[in-house]
């Protein structure tokens, strides 16, 4: 048992040197997305406030700005952390190492230049305006052949596997790698080259939005909480035979429920139709991933304070959980006639991408870095400060966007409320979101220069992991997944 | 769950089969077209001129539908009606004349769908655009709308007479004593495309169709 584990350890830390320039150069874009990205969402969010805060430059008027903050955050910061720790986590849960790292350096290289010019291009005045497809036509060729290398990366690592079994984390990153390029693929296809007309625009344009969410960023974030969850607390799994049919239920009613986006608009009532009830048969998989980690976690929870990976999953878990149940009742047509097209359909996705993914992501950086680089953290403190920025943060965001959106929809559906007594009404909460986003990009901040310390080649302050105590009881979670 | 074959396939058919709900969509409402009016023999919805198709452009890349729907919500469904942003609640028909069609899905702006019908006068409209607030909708608008400036010339008069396209603005909105504002190319295409969104025609076909189910008489 000893000289396996030590077998185990020798293969991890061959695998973790294979994949860690990739790995870096992957978080370290997406890092300075988040920053770029944060930035420009706080300047469309102080618009919202005070609309003459940059109105007079083209460039940077709210309906170019907001966008392109949200691709930024999206295409930057989320796709780019997805691939760092996508790659990450299959080469070692598939124990094999990462090869011919070279070629993802081309991938990353691509991927970036079409962000770049993405949002330049949006800011210039390029926008197509369709949610989350802004960028303009002429990067979806570079961002495609970018995402080709690193998809085709991620399943011949998984196809060239040494283990006998295939983890839950597998099937989600597998599953992931193949929907995005294809829900991208067909959307700019029946969008852009091929346009199909009116308002199956907005159809296939949800399609997207949802799939994005849920069939990318969303699997990512499973990914790492199946991951991190036995493996930090030192015990399987709990239920995890419930956990295929949880995978299976769970993408499948996702892959139809966007049309949920859609109540009451203009288009054939069976879209909405089959959007409401594909989020309602959502149900069950979310009571077996309740099953699956809040089981697992129980009797736990004291051991969640000491690790930092484990205390940014756990807020990731309820990010998932939020979202998911905000996702649900937006699909009561009797709700939706109050939150439609107020910021409460914002929080959803919010409440997805950041108190679910973002965090997700978070705390994988400070499980994988030390071990990547061999070095410690080096500033408690800064970690300290994203830590507590990013909890108070998504509370707050969650409380301000939630009574926002509320208070909006009431509004909106007042009839006698004259339109610009609610642009009044929100005034107030604008300044406080502005106010949170703000907290939130001190944390990015805090966060980023702990990442230049710890992966900075140069810096000789960092000590080597001598000492990575290993949880008490690793034995099932090394037979499931082999890391 | 082992088998990589089966998980691919699996992962394959899933979003397989919620494609072919889009090619459902677009078989049923994908070839809609032109409803010939059987008295008036008029052809709706009329397409956009050539300006307002122009203006349509202007209002995707400035991304208007940030902020603003296009889209009425049936009677029965939401107050957009008696809000006054349309006679009756939007059908697909409407939409299959605009290239893009920027249905939205965020309100913090009014509902634009049938501007031009509340909205006909182009001064008021480059007003609002250049100084929200010197308009009567924009004095309670302050607080949301931007300016659009970038949009119009500031010109100096330097002592001739003034343009005939130059806007007239109250002295609260700024403009210095000896220059005009007048509206660029885009400005204008952006009226007059706004002008255009308005949705007149109520085709029979589709009033039956969405027409709330009646009530069986008799009972109670």
Redesign the interface.
Known sequence: MNSNAHNARTEQAEIDASAKWPVLVFLGSALLWLLLGGALQLAAAIQLHTPAFLSDCAWFTHGRLAPAAQNALVYGWGMNAAFAFGLWLMARLSATTLRHGGWLFVAAKFWNLGVTLGIGGILAGYSTSFELLEMPRFVTILLLVAYAIIGVWVVTTFSIRNTENVYASQWYLFGAAFWFPWLYTIAQVMLFHAPVRGVLQPVINVWYVHGLYGLWFAPIALAAIYYFLPKLLGKPISNYYLAPLAFWWLVASTAFAGGSRLIDAPVPVWIPTLGIVASMMLVLPLVILGLNFLGTLAGRYGSVGGSLTLRFIVLSIVGFFLSALLGLTLSLRSFAAIAQFTLLTGLRDWLLFYGCFSTAMFGAAYFFLPRLTGKEWRSTALVQAHFGATVLGIVLMTVGLAAAGWQQGHLLNDPAVKFAEITRALTGWHTFNSVVLGLLLVGHVAFLINFVWIACPFNSQGTPVAQINPPPALSLATKEGHA | ????LI??L???A??A???A??LA??R?????AQFKDPIEETLNPQPLSGVANQGRLV?????????H?Q?V??EE???DI??GWGER????????R???????????G?DLRNVGKRQPDAEYLYKLLYA?ESTV?G????????????LFELRPLAGNQSSYKAVKLPASAGVAAGFEVVPTARAEALVAYLRNLQDNYDYPTERSLNAPAEHPKGEH
């Open positions: 769950m082992k088998n990589g998980l691919f699996g992962v394959f899933i979003l089969a919620s494609w709900g889009l969509a677009h049923q409402i994908g070839s809609l209002y995707q890349d400035l991304g208007c539908v940030t902020c729907s889209q919500r049936h469904t939401g107050p008696k809000r609640g939007s059908y697909a028909r409407d939409y299959i605009d290239q893009t069609a920027f249905i939205g899905s965020s309100r913090l009014p929200p909708a004095e309670a608008l302050a607080h949301g709308m931007p300016a659009y400036r970038f």
